[in-house]
């Protein structure tokens, strides 16, 4: 009788959580709709670039929330993204567009030649093999300053799709957002499928997951090359979107930045990335405002700490398990 | 190439492999009771050189008392990111305690940049000006003192941990704290002794660099990332491999820059990272607590 109640009790519980979800979902693209009235051009700007960054930022969720595995190269791929696109409108006359499938393919590439080591180590090894792969290829794009213009960087155009122009702030709004969310929700996909099963027990316990049959290597491998794609495929966006890019943007600090972004925002969730890329887009801006830029570096530092310390599983997890609770209590009462 | 230049490279490699092994005897201490990697330690070391520069330069303070005065500082910034942060972070992933001393890494640059305002400056030159020349090979006193000081701390450090009782209590907690706990040691003492010495030494070896570059928050990077990758190359739960690794990184970059210029020294350093640990036999890349 126990059994027969809960079961009636999840199957009604199952329609509200459908429905809500449903409510959040009107809601959000409500809001995407509603920002371009609301915003000044500069705030959809940045929009723009939280939504490129937060891309960016799922590979990473993908590959370390996930799958467990530390990268400090994924600055890295976004810069590979982000200079094939420059490059190639700069030297070879390319149209964005064109540029995509390129860096996309490059990226598939180094991703699958790096994430080879991943075959056969892991964990501090692993991220230091990224390490590596990052101080050359930002040595590269320093050195190579004939293609890349060294440590001025390149300007590149934005980008224009059948006649579309996407330096309009507005077009580049809808069109970052739609990407985003496609992104987004390929992410979520990603972790609900027997693949992302797979990726939680190679992070969880390498022994497990061997045991029953996971292809831990292979796991490790995959992720690190869809990370990989994400990133790049953020990076051919965000040259097109900024305008200007330079080796700074790739380096080393700017790794650590967007593993520092998505482990406040929360590493196991893709609304963790969002969270994480509007922090890194939008804090500085404000302190910026405020006229206390310098205060910006101590506050970050210190926030990051006390995350991992108060709040280990980042800002979203733990807001929403806040707002669960709320609706649990409220439930409660009626 | 004659016999004079071979020296003098191996001797310049030397000297800055000395100084990586300097950054690096502290972060392999610290991994050794908290099994922690330590992103803040080229930081900490940092403030110990600032710390003394600032006193000497602008308060008067002799030389000696303000090195001594930033080492006191250091060890105790050490000792606080430990109580503070780092024995607080419920380790819930990977890398979670590399991220806390990555943040603790950042607040200490942050207020470093923004008390001694983000210029660079000229350190002491600490007998980098005595110069001498022995079989055609030119030294200063500065490069010995780096090499001495390397074989003194490596020394009193044997000493300490396998001839007193403290290196009993250190190696005891390195191996498991909880059965160290049990037998009356006092963990905490243990683990604030060596996040405090290993603050120290990392001030010292701060110091030492600040004498050879220009001092500004950022100076320590560089050297911190070669220490890591001695550590991580040659295993973090180890010690005579990744200090050899250490130095040897130091003679590697002297021979490379000889060779190829100044400009392939990144390059060859993480060539030879990504080589030896593609290629190395996987026993060679066990760590020894994942030994059957």
Known sequence: MVNMQSIVRSDVRGGPEKLRRMAWVTVGCLVVFALPFILENYWLYLVGVTAIYAIAGLGLVTLFGFTGQLSLAHASFFGIGAYVSAIGGVHYGLPGIVTLPIAFAICLAAGAFVGIFALRISGLRFALITLSFGELFYWASVRWSDLTGGEQGLYAESLSVMGIDFGDPINAYFLFAALGLLATALCFRLRDSSFGRAMAATRDSELAAKSSGVPVARTRYIAFIIGALFSGVAGWLFSGHVGAISPNFFDMFASLNMLVAVIIGGVKTPLGAWVGAAYLVFVPEFFGMAGASNLYPILSGALLVLIILVVPAGVVPTLGQALRQLGATRGDKQ | ?292
Request: hydrophobic share 60%; aromatic share 8%.
């Open chain 2, 1 to 292: 190439m004659t016999l004079d230049t071979a020296l003098q490279l191996t001797i310049g490699g030397l000297v800055s492999g000395s100084l990586y092994g300097l950054v690096l005897i502290g972060i392999l201490l610290i991994y050794r009771v908290s099994r922690v990697v330590n992103f803040a330690h080229g930081q900490i070391g940092m403030v110990a050189a600032m710390c003394a520069f600032f006193l000497a330069r602008h308060f008067g303070v002799p030389i000696a008392v303000a090195l001594g005065l930033g080492l006191t500082v250091a060890a105790l910034v050490s000792y606080l990111v430990d109580i503070l942060v780092i024995s607080r972070v419920t380790k819930i992933g990977p890398g979670f305690d590399l991220i806390a001393t990555l943040g603790v890494m950042m607040f200490l640059t942050a207020i470093v940049e923004l008390v001694a305002s983000p210029k660079s400056f000229k350190f002491f030159s600490l007998g980098a000006q005595i110069e001498f020349t022995v079989l055609g090979v030119y030294f200063n006193a500065n490069d010995l003192a780096v090499i001495v000081t390397l074989a003194v701390v490596l020394g009193l450090l044997a000493l300490v941990l396998n001839k007193t009782g403290l290196g009993l209590s250190i190696r005891a907690v390195a191996i498991n704290p909880e059965i160290a706990r049990t037998t009356g040691i006092n963990v905490q003492a243990v683990r604030a002794i060596v996040w405090a010495a290993a603050g120290a030494i990392a001030g010292v070896a701060a110091i030492l660099i600040a004498s050879k570059v220009t001092l500004n928050a950022f100076y320590m990077t560089p050297f911190l990332v070669k220490a890591f990758v001695a550590g991580i190359v040659g295993g973090l739960d180890r010690f005579v491999r990744p200090m050899a690794i250490a130095v040897g990184l130091g003679l590697l970059e002297s021979w490379v820059v000889y060779w190829l210029g100044a400009d392939a020294r990144i390059p060859a350093v993480f060539l030879l990272i990504i080589v030896l640990l593609g290629v190395l036999p996987s026993k060679y890349l066990q760590d020894l607590e994942q030994r059957p």
